[in-house]
């Protein structure tokens, strides 16, 4: 009798375990082609796809979705963007059968908290000023994404890159991001940046997608710094991929990007949802694999409470966070990086 209902209850746990799996790749097979957001968002006017084949989608959508309007974009192949498409088509949008994936693409960025103060002691890098005096980024040109900053501030005039193309109308935490980036000191200590010889120029964030791989490569950009967010997203999407893909075909760009100021957040689906303090970056693309995420530290090497915190939607830190230890117990250490010498400073000590 006691084996009676032990073979019962073995085939009840192996119906259950069919039944959820059969549930779980049904869920898959409904949502694995969309943003954990995509019904949710009330404001959206355009979506991004990203298709197997161009022309027997655009043939299916001239067809199915005749009033959509479908424009290619340049950072991506076989990526496009969709506009006015009524919500009540998004479910017919996911029959698509060249569809790989569909997500919100109006989204409206903000910029991350402002900086009270420049203390470049932290990660050692007043240090480096002083150790290596040549290191100055002098010839580095660096992209402030966001709001324009003021190309006439005292401590970036002269050396702004592209400066007529920088709107006249500036945001004063752009400004300064680029002082922290290309600031030359001439207000205060405080304002001489990390390459405080560089050049920075602007590229706006309304477009969340990346830049023109060629574009950056025709003008030099190796870095490009990031310090907005959208709100929580949790997901790998079309942003992530596009800027992944970025740093593959022009290996010398540096993405940097803020990880948010929503550290007491929880994230809002996928595995993490409703977890408090973690999985909380600020947009899909801060998810992405090939750039580098920051979060915020105090003076004595502690993470900020209100610094957005990872793990990423499939499981991998972001951002990493060691302690400082002693910068002169650490040598810099010379690269070889594009046939000339770089050097970086390691804490591995």
């Known amino acids: 009798m006691l084996k009676f209902w032990f073979t019962i209850t073995k085939l009840t746990f192996l119906l259950l375990v069919i039944q959820s799996y059969g549930f779980a790749q049904e869920i898959h097979r409904d949502k694995g082609k969309s943003s954990p957001h995509l019904f949710h968002n009330s404001v959206s006017s355009s979506y991004h796809v990203m298709v197997n084949d161009s022309s027997g989608f655009k043939a299916w959508m001239i067809q199915s979705l005749p009033n959509a309007v479908i424009k290619s974009d340049p950072a991506l192949k076989n990526v496009y963007r969709i506009s006015s498409l009524a919500k009540k088509d998004l479910e017919k949008l996911l029959e698509a059968p060249e569809l790989r994936f569909v997500e919100v693409a109006t989204r409206y960025p903000s910029v991350e908290s402002d900086v009270p103060g420049l203390d470049l002691t932290v990660n050692a890098i007043n240090a480096v000023h002083h150790l290596y005096p040549s290191l100055t980024g002098e010839g580095l040109r660096v992209l402030v994404k966001e709001n324009a900053f003021d190309k006439n501030d005292i401590d970036l005039v002269g050396r702004v890159y592209k400066h007529e193309s920088v709107p006249d109308v500036y945001d004063p935490h752009a400004t300064a991001m680029a002082t922290i980036i290309s600031g030359a000191g001439n207000t205060s200590q405080e304002s001489k940046g990390v390459a405080w010889k560089s050049n920075p120029g602007f590229s706006d964030f309304g477009n969340l997608m990346p830049e023109s ?137």
């Open 213 to 349: 791989t060629a574009g950056l490569i025709t003008n030099g950009i190796s870095v490009q710094n990031h310090s907005y967010g959208v709100g929580v997203e949790n997901f790998y999407g079309i942003e992530s991929h596009a800027y992944d893909k970025q740093c593959v075909e022009y290996p010398r760009i540096v993405h940097v990007f803020s990880a948010g100021n929503s550290g007491m957040d929880a994230a809002n689906s996928g595995l993490y949802d409703g977890i408090t303090g973690y999985a909380n970056l600020t947009g899909q693309f801060k998810i992405a694999k090939n750039i580098i995420a920051v979060g915020s530290i105090d003076q004595s090497g502690v993470i900020e409470p209100v610094s957005s915190r990872g793990p990423a939607s499939d499981g991998r830190i972001k951002p990493v966070h060691r302690l400082r230890r002693p910068f002169l117990r650490c040598p810099l250490q010379k690269l070889q990086y594009w046939g000339s010498p770089r050097f970086a400073a390691f804490d591995r000590c």
